[in-house]
């Protein structure tokens, strides 16, 4: 079935960079883009950025501007969601989401479980 | 970029109608899209492209929209409805951006 799977939790020191995987099956990786969104405990969902996974084209919320760098591996259908720099306000689960369901290309109909990134001294 | 506004809670009794406003300068100009998120879950997609329902979604939630303002409306609500919602929206270029979240509470 149709499916993002995420990477597991991550603990990183203030300063540092996290890399967060997304591995698609049940579909097409290159025919939708990937997006990413993140949520801190307790806060709402805050769009990152997205990706053509067939053309490695981004789009990014002016926010995360020159902070996160979305590629792909197209050979083992996986997105990649890089965030540096990071400081204890980037405490958050991170999600990929895209719309392979085909009911509209801005409506994220899947998602994945999520991954929690913890930053911490 | 823009702002999608949403009103922090919304409170109801069962059986009653929820209605979740969501306000933003661009909505006349794009759809918006509504997700439900319980507990320790992803989002789940409720309606897209301001009054779509997906498949597997109850009859009960609708959409509508009108001038800068949307609203996700549950009729009939049920205790498995309290959850946090959000609207989103984007723009020609792509670029996404979420409301705030509204908190429905079940009473």
């Known amino acids: 079935q149709v499916q993002l799977v995420q990477s597991g939790a991550e603990v990183k020191k203030p300063g540092a960079s996290v890399k967060v995987s997304c591995k698609a099956s049940?579909?097409?990786?290159?025919?939708?883009?990937i997006n990413w969104v993140r949520q801190a405990t307790g806060q709402g969902l805050e769009w990152m950025g997205w990706m053509n996974p067939k053309s490695g084209n981004t789009g990014y919320a002016q926010k995360f501007q020159g902070r996160v760098t979305l590629t792909r591996n197209t050979s083992i259908s996986t997105a990649y969601m890089e965030l540096s720099s990071l400081r204890s306000e980037d405490t958050a689960v991170y999600y990929c989401a895209n719309s392979v369901r085909g009911y509209h290309w801005n409506a994220f109909d899947i998602w994945g479980q999520g991954t929690m990134v913890t930053v911490s001294s | 970029s823009y702002e999608l506004t949403q009103p922090p809670s919304v409170s109801v009794s069962p059986g009653q109608t929820a209605r979740i406003t969501c306000s933003g300068d661009?909505?006349?100009?794009?759809?918006a899209y509504w997700y439900q998120q319980k507990p320790g879950q992803a989002p789940v997609l409720v309606i897209y492209k301001d009054t779509e329902r997906p498949s597997g979604i109850p009859e009960r939630f609708s959409g509508s929209s009108s001038g800068t303002t949307v609203t996700l409306t549950i009729s009939g609500v049920q205790a498995e409805d309290e959850a946090d919602y959000y609207c989103?929206?984007?723009?020609?270029?792509?670029?996404?951006?979420f409301g705030g979240g509204t908190k429905l509470t079940v009473l």
């Open positions: 661009a909505l006349p100009k794009h759809y």
């Open positions: 989103q929206s984007a723009d020609s270029s792509g670029i996404k951006v």
């Open positions: 049940g579909y097409s990786f290159t025919s939708y883009d």
